[in-house]
C-alpha cells in the first residue's frame, strides 16, 4: 500500500531538547511538506522541499530544521530555539507537475508535547 | 494581504443538506482544494476548483466563483461519519504553495 508514514505518533520532550520528527512516503513523490497545526488555526507551512538535497523556508521556519536527502523521506527536527513548540505536525507529499493539480496526501501526524 | 474566511462551526441534521462556505483574498490564484479532516487524523482530499461552476462527486459538490473570491463545498444526506473539520485552502500561483483556512467544524446530531 502506498502512503505516508509518520513517527511517532505522539511524542513527550522536555523544554531545551531538540527532537526529530520521520516522515517517510512510498508515493514516488517529488514535493514534501512539514505543516504545523494548533487548534483554532489553519495549517501553517514550516518547510518544504520539491527536490532531493533542495527545500525552502515556509511561513514559520524559525526554530525549525529540515532535510531531504533521499526522496522518500523528509525529517523534522524541532530544536530548542523553537518558543512554542507544542502542536500536532502534519508531513505530507505530492507530485511536482506543470498544469496538474498536485494534491497533497498527508501522514498522520505527530502529536509533540513539551513540558 | 492574504485571507481565507471559513465559519467555526456548524451544525446539521444527518440526512440533510449542508453548505459550507470559504471565501478568499490572496495576491494570486491557482485552484481551490477542500479536505475533510477527522479529529486527530490526517487531511484527506475531497475536491479541486480552479474553474467557475460546480464540480459534483457522490453526495459531495464543490462551487467556485473566482471573480467573488467564493466557494463552498455542498454535503448532502449527511451521515453520521460526515462529522469532521472542513478545510479549504487556495494554491498560489507564485509558488505553488497552499494557503489554509482554519477550517469548519461540522456537527452532525441524529
Known amino acids: 500500500d502506498g502512503g505516508i508514514t509518520q513517527s511517532p505518533k505522539y511524542l513527550f520532550r522536555k523544554e531545551g531538547q531538540n527532537v526529530t520528527l520521520s516522515c517517510e512516503q512510498n508515493l514516488n513523490h517529488d514535493a514534501m511538506y512539514w505543516y504545523r497545526q494548533d487548534p483554532g488555526q489553519g495549517l501553517r507551512l514550516i518547510y518544504y522541499?520539491?527536490?532531493?538535497?533542495?527545500?525552502q523556508k515556509g511561513d514559520i521556519a524559525e526554530g525549525y530544521s529540515v532535510s531531504r536527502e533521499k526522496k522518500e523521506s523528509f525529517p523534522l527536527t524541532v530544536t530548542s530555539a523553537q518558543k512554542n513548540p507544542t502542536a500536532f505536525y502534519l508531513c505530507?507529499?505530492?507530485?511536482?507537475?506543470?498544469?496538474?493539480?498536485?494534491?497533497?496526501?498527508f501522514g498522520p501526524g505527530t502529536r509533540l508535547t513539551v513540558t | 494581504g492574504q485571507n481565507i474566511d471559513q465559519p467555526t462551526e456548524m451544525t446539521a441534521t444527518e440526512g440533510a443538506i449542508v453548505q459550507i462556505n470559504c471565501t478568499y483574498q490572496?495576491?494570486?490564484?491557482?485552484?481551490l482544494f477542500w479536505y475533510q479532516q477527522h479529529a486527530g487524523e490526517a487531511p484527506t482530499f475531497l475536491s479541486y476548483?480552479?474553474l467557475d461552476g460546480l464540480e459534483e462527486k457522490g453526495r459531495f459538490s464543490s462551487f467556485l466563483s473566482r471573480s467573488k473570491g467564493y466557494s463552498y463545498l455542498l454535503l448532502k444526506e449527511l451521515q453520521m461519519k460526515d462529522s469532521a473539520s472542513y478545510l479549504c485552502?487556495?494554491?498560489?500561483?507564485?509558488?505553488?504553495?497552499?494557503?489554509w483556512g482554519a477550517g469548519t467544524k461540522l456537527i452532525i446530531k441524529p
Open positions: 522541499s520539491q527536490i532531493v538535497n533542495d527545500f
Open positions: 490572496t495576491s494570486g490564484f491557482n485552484g
Open positions: 505530507a507529499s505530492s507530485a511536482w507537475e506543470e498544469g496538474t493539480r498536485n494534491e497533497q496526501y
Open positions: 485552502a487556495v494554491l498560489q500561483d507564485s509558488n505553488y504553495q497552499l494557503i
Open positions: 476548483n480552479v
